[in-house]
């Protein structure tokens, strides 16, 4: 492919599959509903969208959404195809842009009055744009070193309730999870700067006992503040994380924006945390939005070191081949040498206990990546510590290939967590 | 409600109406799947989400997304119910923060697992936004002052093909487009800062043109550069645009951020050229996404001047309706004095030409608006000033009350275009 983009997509159409995908290139190009003047054979040679591939995969009589137009010849009995299409680019179009890539493959062509379903896929960059963005900071290597985890996965909390409780009551609960041992904290993603709990008195009074624990034992605990808010505010809020000697900041990646976040990053010394909340709106209709494969390439690429991908067993809808899919894409490389790879931390979240362990490190044959649990932590029958413990348990026990039950016969705060957590 | 924040949905449960909308309300405010220490009752008392409103609207037998849990008691046959909800927060939790905003009103929610649809149908916000934020900073008047209109809607294009034209070529359209008498002229969203045609030289020769144009004529038409990148080159380029004469720059919404466009409104000194691409994401499915209605909210606040929203009869799959009333919503006023309106201009575009001219006048009841025409102006058989003057005959029309083939008796060129556009 060179230097071209390729985007795919799963659609569905009432025209002839060819008719609509050239629909569709000519709308993300050179074309429009008209051929106009200046539209030659040289410059559609040289800048129209190019399709790749058609594959047909289902046929049915009734649309998947509502507003597609049916062509006139199939008025009366219209068939619904379903297909995968593949289409390409020249990077000359639109440039090393991730802003202006997603006009190109995610822009109007959702609205195209030929599909009755148009979801992205999947897209495949040319290095242009490795060299273009800056890519995660820290990824995994940087995230391990600044949180002294060498090995495993963090084992890591939400701060709850999300919302509420005051920069104190905030330092205090951090006191007694930093007490239980817990590698990694974060802010939830509705608690930013609200004038009920202001950032900055949140970083001093947060990093005053997270100092004073990291004195006292070696280990400074990671802890996400959520910076989330205008581009100038983010930047100061990133300078008093830091001062503060804090080593991680947090933002809602679709509140920010991909500008938003690629300026971020290059301002930022820390690891950036990268929240989706908001991600159902792209995900949950199986007939329109976009993949994790695809939403996350745009994500790392701008500079995320960590990125959100739902657990296994969630409290949310996501089913768990998904949850393992997003996550394993996280830490697929997306250039080849010398390019970067551009891999971040997968950070589980959701209803997580030590029971998901197992399959989690079955399915993804890595640790590393953040394992959250806030139930899982702190309503452990035993306390904040036996929670810490119950999952570092569990995780042990994976490695080694033990079963849960097994290692809970020597590991007592596991066994507590397997009859708590059912 | 003071200083609440409030929003509405539409949503579809299995679950009993009042328990689904309470963990709704659980979920981005106070609570967790499960109770947790230190959510007490003062906590929940000033910091929760309150339902304010809950209205069944329907009720089925199927669900409408997949992936929604059922309630055990209902697991054998479900019955799904749809409502209208209202949900209402304390602005002291996310204070007045628009990216803070999205992650409490439009997050989480999407993927509860109680919900087999969800859609946000509006937001309101306290007046603490409207100071907050800076708004668009030349909406009707700034625009029509710019563009030397002061009257009637300003009759616009868009530079086709969109991409692939060479920064010479484009001026070359510009040129043909400003004889022919046209008020606005914008780059596809495609074109950014592609390679081929990169901003800065494209900006260079089409306000020759343009400068040209208006010491000859005395009327400076408004260009629409799309400005779309990552923060530092937006600032770059907007005053590329300024030193060069232009008037207008243009971003895509989506792929900026409201962070980004936020932070490029408080530095710009020209209108700001909203492009919604990709709004089909957020807008085709019935079932989960968000209204244009909550949508434009979002971005007016933030700073755009002008928002697209499609045109009647338009070559998507958006119906009429819904077109009027994104329309009507751009113009209506967001807060009430002595805050800030936020009223910005609505462009209609895609597919239009003269013929839609008298129902647009009717839906709208005012000219405050940017029509843009591709093929209605350059496919026009009379050429372009032909295109532009059948538009504009078609609005004197429809001002005076007077039918298109009545007024077509006198006026050659409207004449022409309700021949040439069935």
Redo the contacts between chains.
């Keep these: 492919m060179g230097d071209r983009v390729s985007a795919r997509y799963e659609i569905e159409t009432a025209f002839k599959l060819s008719e609509a995908v050239e629909a569709m290139a000519g709308e ?7 051929r ?4 030659t054979d040289e ?2 040679e ?3 969208a190019r399709v790749e591939r058609i594959t047909q995969t289902g046929e049915g009589r009734r649309p998947a ?5 049916v062509p006139p010849a199939a008025a009366t009995r219209p068939v619904y195809r379903r297909a995968e299409v593949e289409l390409s680019w020249p ?5 090393p ?4 890539l ?3 493959v ?8 030929q ?1 009755s379903a ?1 979801r992205l896929l999947d897209i495949q960059l040319p290095p242009a744009f490795a060299s273009a963005y800056a890519g995660p900071q820290f990824g995994v290597d940087g995230t391990r070193r600044l949180a002294g985890v060498a090995f495993g996965p963090l084992i890591g909390t939400i701060i ?6 005051s920069p104190e ?1 905030t330092a205090e ?1 951090v006191s007694r999870l930093a007490e239980g041992g817990i590698d990694f904290i974060k802010d939830d ?8 709990n202001p950032l900055e008195l949140r970083v001093e009074k947060v990093m005053r006992v997270l100092n004073d624990h990291a004195e006292r034992t070696g280990k400074k605990i990671m802890y996400a503040f959520n910076i ?5 505010q ?1 930047l100061q809020r990133h300078d008093q994380v830091r001062r503060a000697g804090g080593t991680c900041i947090m933002v ?1 990646l ?10 971020l990053r290059r301002y930022s010394q820390l690891p950036i945390h990268g ?1 989706r ?14 993949s994790y494969r695809a939403y996350q390439k745009l994500w790392r690429l701008a500079g995320a070191d960590h990125m959100h991908v ?1 657990g296994l067993r969630n ?5 768990d081949d998904s949850v393992v899919e997003s996550a394993r894409t996280c830490l697929t490389p997306m250039f080849t040498p010398p390019d970067k790879d551009c891999i971040v931390m997968p950070v589980f979240s959701s ?1 997580q206990t030590a029971r998901q362990v197992p399959d989690t490190y079955k399915a993804l044959g890595s640790t590393d990546l953040i394992y959250c649990c ?2 899982g932590v ?2 452990h029958p035993g306390g904040v510590a036996a929670g810490v413990a119950s999952l570092r348990q569990a995780w042990e026990a994976a490695l080694e290939g033990r079963a849960l039950d097994e290692a809970a016969r020597d590991n007592a705060e596991l066994a507590q967590a397997l009859d708590a957590f059912r």
């Excluded at 990077?91 to 440039?95: S, T």
């Excluded at 679709?254 to 300026?263: F, Q, R, Y």
Aim: hydrophobic share 40%.
């Design positions: 993300q190009s050179t074309g429009t509903f008209a106009v003047p200046g539209e410059l559609r040289a800048h129209a959404l509502p507003g597609a137009k990077l000359a179009n639109m440039g842009s991730l802003p202006n997603l006009a190109t995610a822009g109007n062509l959702f609205e195209l009055a599909f148009l709850k309730p999300s919302v509420g409780l009551a609960a993603e509705l608690q930013a700067d609200g004038p009920h989330t808010g205008g581009i100038d983010m809602s679709n509140g920010i924006g991909l500008a938003g976040l690629d300026h929240h909340n908001g991600w159902g709106l792209f995900s949950r209709s199986p007939d329109i939005g976009m739902n409290k949310f809808c996501e089913d209803g806030g139930g702190v309503a």
